[in-house]
C-alpha cells in the first residue's frame, strides 16, 4: 500500500514539474490572460495572484505557474451584480468594426484630479459615458500596439528592449497588483516614455461587481500607482492620458459600468486585434509545444492589422518572444506604430 501511494505521489511531482517548467513564469489560466472572458463565475474572475517572488526586481523569479482549465467564457447574465443592481445596455458600438468607413470621431481628453482619495471618483459628470475606443484613424496607415497584464517580468523587459531599440512608444495597461511585483521595471517603463494605464487593481470582471467595487477596482489601481510610480506619475496619467481598459471587456457595453468609469475620469480602451481567442485559446498550450504557437501569434497579428487597428497582446509567452517579429513586419508592411495617445491628438 505504502509503495502504491509513493508512486502516486512521485507521478504527481513529475507531472507538475514538467508542466511547471513548460509554462514557465506564468498561468493562462488566471482570468490575467483569459482577456475576452466577458463575464464567467465570479469565483473565475478575481484574480488569486500566487506568492509574492523573493525579489521584486528580478523578472525570473516570478511565482510557478498552476495548470488547470480555462475559466467558462460564457457572458455573464446583466442582473447577476451584488445588491440587486441592474446594467442596463447601450445600443450598438458605434466605432468602426471594419476598418473601412471612417471611424467615430474621438473624443477629447478632459484632465481630472490627481486620485489621492475616494473623492477622486467625481472627478467627471455622472451620465458622461464614453463609448469604448476600438479604433483608431482608419485613414492612415498606423497601428496602435498596447499590452495587458504585466504577471511575467521577463515578457515585460523583452517588450521594453525590443520597443527601445526601434524607438516606438507603447501603452501598458497594468494589473495593479502585478505593478507591486517589479517596480523597477515598470518605472524603466516610465523613464522611457511608454504610457502605464489602470487595468484595474485586480483583473476582476466588473460587470459582476456591485458599483462601490468597481470604484474601488478603479481607485485601487491608483493607489498602488501612486505606491509604485509617485502620485506625480497619476496626477499626470489622470491629466494627459486617463486610459482605461477593462478587464476581458466586461462592462464594455453596460451603461453603468461606463458611468463609472466616467465619473472615475477615464477613457476606456477596448481593441480590435487580439491573440488569446483567436490563437492561444484554441490550442492545448499545455501539452502543444509553445514554438509554433508563438509563430502563429506573429502570423495572426500581421495577416489581420489594418489601418487604425488598436492590437491587444499580453506579456506572457506566447505574445511577446517574438514581438520583435510582430514590430518589424507590421514596420515592413508599411503601418507606422503609435501610442493610444496619438489617436486623441489627431482627432480632438
Known amino acids: 500500500m505504502s509503495f502504491v501511494m509513493g508512486l502516486e505521489v512521485g507521478l504527481f511531482l513529475v507531472c507538475f514539474q514538467t508542466t511547471e517548467n513548460r509554462f514557465g513564469l506564468f498561468d493562462l489560466t488566471t482570468p490575467a490572460y483569459v482577456e475576452n472572458n466577458h463575464g464567467a463565475d465570479p469565483a473565475d474572475t478575481n484574480l488569486d495572484i500566487p506568492g509574492t517572488p523573493t525579489s521584486q526586481t528580478d523578472a525570473s523569479s516570478t511565482p510557478a505557474a498552476t495548470p488547470g482549465n480555462i475559466p ?10 451584488p445588491g440587486g443592481e441592474k446594467d442596463t445596455p447601450l445600443p450598438t458600438p458605434t466605432n468602426n468594426p471594419n476598418g473601412g468607413a471612417e471611424a467615430t470621431p474621438m473624443p477629447s481628453v478632459t484632465p481630472s484630479p490627481s486620485p489621492d482619495s475616494e473623492s477622486s471618483n467625481t472627478s467627471g459628470q455622472a451620465g458622461n459615458i464614453r463609448e469604448p475606443i476600438h479604433w483608431g484613424n482608419t485613414d492612415e496607415k498606423v497601428v496602435y500596439l498596447t499590452f495587458d497584464d504585466g504577471y511575467d517580468g521577463k515578457s515585460i523587459t523583452t ?123 484554441r490550442h492545448d498550450y499545455i501539452n502543444e509545444p509553445s514554438g509554433p504557437i508563438v509563430d ?53
Open 72 to 81: 467558462d467564457q460564457t457572458p455573464a447574465p446583466a442582473d447577476n451584480i
Open 159 to 281: 517588450v521594453l528592449d525590443v520597443l527601445k531599440d526601434r524607438g516606438i512608444k507603447s501603452t501598458f495597461f497594468a494589473v495593479g497588483d502585478y505593478l507591486e511585483y517589479f517596480p523597477d521595471i515598470w518605472k524603466r517603463a516610465v523613464e522611457e516614455g511608454h504610457f502605464i494605464c489602470n487595468h484595474t487593481k485586480s483583473h476582476k470582471t466588473l460587470n459582476l461587481l456591485s458599483s462601490d467595487e468597481i470604484k474601488k477596482e478603479i481607485t485601487g489601481w491608483e493607489k498602488v500607482a501612486g505606491r509604485i510610480l509617485g502620485e506625480e506619475y497619476v496626477k499626470k496619467m489622470k491629466e494627459e492620458f486617463p486610459y482605461i481598459r477593462l478587464p476581458g471587456g466586461g462592462g464594455h457595453n453596460s451603461k453603468r459600468v461606463l458611468e463609472i468609469v466616467a465619473e472615475c475620469g477615464y477613457i476606456p480602451i477596448g481593441w480590435s486585434l487580439e491573440t488569446y481567442s483567436s490563437v492561444i485559446a
Open 296 to 348: 502563429e501569434v506573429v502570423n495572426h497579428v500581421l495577416e489581420n492589422s489594418k489601418n487604425g487597428i488598436i492590437i491587444l497582446l499580453h506579456f506572457n509567452l506566447y505574445d511577446t518572444p517574438k514581438i520583435d517579429k510582430i514590430v518589424d513586419g507590421l514596420t515592413e508592411k508599411g503601418f507606422a506604430i503609435e501610442n493610444i495617445n496619438n489617436i486623441f491628438q489627431k482627432h480632438p
